[in-house]
Structure formats: structure tokens, C-alpha cells
């Protein structure tokens, strides 16, 4: 089954090549800028009364050779790919929970870029503490990574 998706707007970084960028939002400090595409700019209404957003994106450069393992950032063994943050995924969607400092009619400045300048964004979704935290008990390989 294959679906498509489109492009809303694009994410600016302050990163240009993989080496050196965050490895998650909330390790990161970096401003950023989301660009929604004029079309989709009346879609933003009301998103500013929100602190954090949920930026749904595309992997754009990465291979599309997909490993079955990875061996993440934060430790020294290999593990399934759906076991991990890697960004080479099938289908090279990935997320970030950004804080939301401003809107400027369709654009938003926002704190905690992880990803690559001219990212495709493909959606926004608001953060909401009541649905989006979960207390977890089980944290797999993260428990015992090789670095902490």
C-alpha cells in the first residue's frame, strides 16, 4: 500500500550537514525558523496559544539503502531499527517536540531544531502535557547505553 504526502512548509536551521547537529529536540537549544507555505497559513490559527509543537518532517537526505540494525549515538551496540532514533527509516519520517517563541503570519520561530536547514515539513501538531507524557517503566537498550 503506498500513500502520498505533500510538503506543508519548510524547517530553517542553523545546521547544513549531519556532523554537529543535535541528536534530539530536547538536547537542543538551536533556534529555528517553520516556514508554512502561504496555502496552508490560515491552518496556523490559534497555534501560537501553544508553548510546544510536535513538527512532523522528512529525512530528505538520507539513503534510502534501509539497515534491519543501527547502532545509536548513546551506546556501542547494534539494535533493530525500529528499536531506534536512527534517521535512515523506510519511509524517512521523523518528529521533534519544538517550543513555540513566536508566529509571524506563516512563519514560526522556534527553539530546539534538531534537524537540517531546508528540511519538508509535512505537519504540526500541538503539544498537549494531558495526552503527549507518559510514565514509562521500560527503557530497553537506553537503560544499560554505553554512554550516558
Request: hydrophobic share 35%; charged share 25%; aromatic share 14%.
Amino acid at each position: 500500500m503506498n500513500y502520498q504526502v505533500k510538503a506543508i512548509g519548510v524547517i530553517h536551521s542553523p545546521f547544513t550537514q549531519q556532523t554537529g547537529t543535535p541528536i534530539q529536540s530536547a538536547r537542543s537549544e538551536a533556534l529555528g525558523e517553520v516556514e508554512v507555505f502561504p496555502q496552508f497559513a490560515e491552518e496556523l490559527e490559534g497555534v501560537e496559544d501553544f508553548s510546544h509543537l510536535f513538527l512532523f518532517y522528512l529525512f530528505d537526505r538520507v539513503p534510502d539503502e534501509i539497515p534491519l540494525k543501527n547502532k545509536p549515538f548513546l551506546d556501542d551496540t547494534e539494535h533493530g531499527i525500529f528499536a531506534t532514533r536512527y534517521p535512515v527509516r523506510p519511509n524517512k519520517l521523523g518528529f521533534s517536540v519544538v517550543r513555540l517563541l513566536k508566529r509571524e503570519g506563516n512563519r514560526l520561530t522556534v527553539q530546539g531544531v534538531d534537524m537540517l536547514d531546508g528540511t519538508p515539513l509535512l505537519d504540526i501538531k500541538p503539544y498537549f502535557p494531558d495526552f503527549d507524557v507518559f510514565a514509562s517503566t521500560r527503557h530497553g537498550w537506553y537503560e544499560k547505553r554505553a554512554y550516558k
